[in-house]
């Protein structure tokens, strides 16, 4: 009895523990990358706002040490469409590391830009940066925060004054006396939550602000009289978590650990007003919140603001709420007392409380994009409240701290990513099978193939595939080499161009390669797609050494099935690159062992296969051509 209770126990760890990479895509033509697989539920799919997710997947939120990294590029900022199909993909380019508050800007210019968080790594070896990325996906900001201020906190990287400026919070400390709490003879380390405001060209600290001076130790709700004293970073006790700028150049600040927003005066730091808190603030309220988070300007006139925040109601250790939600909170100052009031309200649709972090969004058309953290748990309401769109990551191991929606237009400047291989059984079975993908571009419609007869000749022509998802395969007639693949808009524009690619190709023998003449070599693709119109010629591509009259019904079975094959991808596309794959391997043993069935069984006894690894493609080629 107890060992089987035990036996349940541990089975009940090791699914626990045990994980596949079932919760990740990942792509033939790049290989490092797993990304984040999200489920969806579309529950009005004609209200959701236009744009892409912008969200940054992390598995744990300190810095990871070296042990993450052979976990491969999962985590970091990532771009996904409103189908959950990835876009772009920039966990390469942070060197596998955390990053926050990935959003695209939209303010500055004409340009969309992109910022983000570069975590601090884990050994101090720097302190991480607020990034600003064009949509070409180039580092064109990379801003340090000032050296006494600590690390850059992940918290908030704000682009404010069309560029020029950012606001970030910050985390320092302080050691103080605790005559605020009657215990005059002891000391304590204490996080003091300020904010600063850089510019962006210069990284010079244009403006700072520390809670200290303004927000006494009594506001706090996390540490009492009888808290102990502790050593560096010592007392969170403010916790600041966002902080926005209005046009009179006043700050709009959270902090989690007061339960409390506040404005602080730009002009002498002085807090102008306490909205919520332990002495429930300044006015005249219709609502609480707790543990808030994202607290922002919607729109700042004289004495009237209009905010969003996420109030997530709880916290690791209480709850004050039952349910989290997304706020549209209207303050008025001119009156006495001073009035908020709820305009808006936008409860978790799961009707769960939010645990860690998140944030909410109002999009141009005034819906709601909330992101509750925990899973990745995003939701996008209409502006009255109907519930359209909700998803999370198929693994529950991930969160996301906060996620935005943006339209947005990805240019990449590097080349599209490609892989071409052939395959087949004998000459009159030859597919090209090419992977393309460009990541980061979204305006490609259709892709364009390419081959030449050698890497100084002209490119041929031979077909196109629509663009459905992040990888897009395209199967050709024939061995096909030097491949190029070309990006074109929906208005017909090509948008760039993939390098030469060479077609990789498998153990002939392994196969069970059965045509006659040796091993195949590249074939001329100016003969076999003589028209330039993507369109192989058939009698071409018959002149195979081995065609003989009587297996003529079998080719033209093969040729069927390569048909078959081509449109069947068309339709599992959009399943996931891995998937895919796996289908067309089947589909391929599938057409072979039909072929050979027709053609009756040829016999290919095992033989000794000469080892090949080591050598480069290309040397491996001409040693192969030598073999014949
Ligand atoms: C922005 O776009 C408008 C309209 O297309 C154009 O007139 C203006 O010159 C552009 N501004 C910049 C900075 O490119
Ligand atoms: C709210 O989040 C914080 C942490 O991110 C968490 O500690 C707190 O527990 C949660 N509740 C809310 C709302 O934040
Ligand atoms: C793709 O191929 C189809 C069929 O051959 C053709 O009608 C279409 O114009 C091609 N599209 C592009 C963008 O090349």
């Known amino acids: 009895m107890i060992w089987s209770s035990l ?121 991480g940066y607020g990034l600003v990325l064009d949509s070409s996906f180039q580092t064109v900001r990379k801003v340090p925060l000032r050296e006494d201020l600590g690390s850059f906190d992940i918290h908030e990287f704000n682009v ?23 215990r005059p003879t002891e000391r304590t380390s204490l996080e003091i939550g300020g904010f600063a405001e850089l510019d962006l060209v210069t990284a010079e600290v244009l403006h700072e602000w520390k809670s200290y001076d303004q927000v006494p130790l009594a506001e706090t709700v996390h540490y009492s009289k009888w808290s102990k004293v502790e050593g560096p970073p010592g007392w969170d006790y403010v916790h600041i978590n966002s902080v926005d700028k209005n046009a009179a150049g006043d700050y ?16 002498d730091g002085r807090i102008l007003w306490r909205l919520g808190g332990q002495r429930n603030g300044d006015f005249d309220q219709d609502f609480s919140f707790s543990k808030q988070h994202d607290a922002k300007f919607l729109s700042s006139e004289g004495t009237h603001h209009v905010i969003s925040l996420l109030n997530n109601a709880s916290d690791e250790e209480f709850s004050e709420e039952d349910i989290s939600s997304a706020l549209i909170i209207e303050i008025e100052t001119g009156t006495t007392p001073m009035t908020a009031r709820v305009l808006r309200r936008y409860n978790r649709p799961d009707g769960d409380l939010t645990r860690l972090r998140g944030n909410a969004q109002v999009l141009p058309d005034k819906n709601m994009f909330v992101c509750w953290s925990q899973g990745g748990y995003i939701s996008e309401f209409t502006e009255d409240g109907e519930l359209v769109m909700s998803a999370r990551f198929t693994s529950p191991r991930f969160s996301n701290y906060r996620a935005y929606k943006f339209e947005f237009t990805g240019r990449p400047t590097i080349p599209p990513d490609m892989v071409a291989a052939v395959h087949a059984t004998d000459d009159t079975n030859l597919v090209t099978t090419i992977w393309v993908s460009w990541n980061g571009a979204t305006e490609v419609d259709v892709w364009r193939f390419y081959a030449r007869r050698s890497q100084f ?172």
């Open 252 to 267: 709009l600040l959270s902090m989690r650990f007061t339960n409390t927003i506040y404005l602080v005066s730009g002009a």
């Open 457 to 628: 000749d002209e490119p041929v022509y031979v077909g196109n595939a629509t663009k459905h998802d992040f990888e897009t395969i395209f199967i050709a007639r024939g061995y096909l080499d030097w491949i190029t693949a070309e990006a074109v808009d929906r208005e017909g524009n090509v948008l760039g161009s993939s390098n030469i690619h060479r077609t990789d190709f498998p153990n002939w023998h392994f196969v069970g390669w059965m045509g006659f003449g040796g091993i195949p070599k590249p074939q001329d693709p100016g003969r076999m797609y003589p028209n330039g119109d993507g369109i192989p010629d058939e009698k071409v591509i018959d002149l195979s050494p081995t065609a003989s009259s009587d297996d003529g019904t079998a080719r033209a079975q093969v040729i069927k099935a390569t048909q078959l094959l081509s449109k069947t991808q068309e339709t599992v596309r959009s399943i996931g690159g891995v998937f895919t794959l796996i289908l067309l391997l089947a589909m391929m043993s599938g057409i072979m062992a039909g072929y050979m069935l027709i053609r009756g069984w040829r016999v290919c006894s095992y033989q000794q296969v000469r080892l090949e690894e080591g050598l480069p493609d290309e040397e491996t080629r001409l040693w192969r051509s030598h073999d014949d």
């Open 7 to 127: 036996l349940l126990l541990l089975a009940h760890y090791a699914v626990a523990w045990q994980h596949t990479d079932d919760d990740f895509m990942s792509f033939r033509t790049l290989p490092d990358v797993k990304a984040v697989k999200f489920d969806i539920e579309h529950l009005d799919r004609d209200r959701t706002s236009p744009g892409y997710w912008f969200v940054s997947p992390y598995l744990r939120i300190a810095p990871d040490g070296p042990t993450g990294v052979f976990e491969g590029f999962q985590i970091g900022p990532h771009i996904y469409d409103q189908e959950g199909r990835l876009v772009w993909t920039g966990s390469p380019m942070f060197d596998n590391r955390n990053v926050f508050d990935f959003k695209a800007i939209n303010s500055i210019g004409n340009e969309t830009y992109i910022s983000l968080i570069q975590q601090y790594t884990f050994d101090g070896s720097h302190k």
């Open 160 to 182: 404010l004054d069309n560029g020029r400026t950012a606001v970030v919070t910050v985390y320092l400390t302080e050691d103080i006396d605790l005559t605020a709490f009657n």
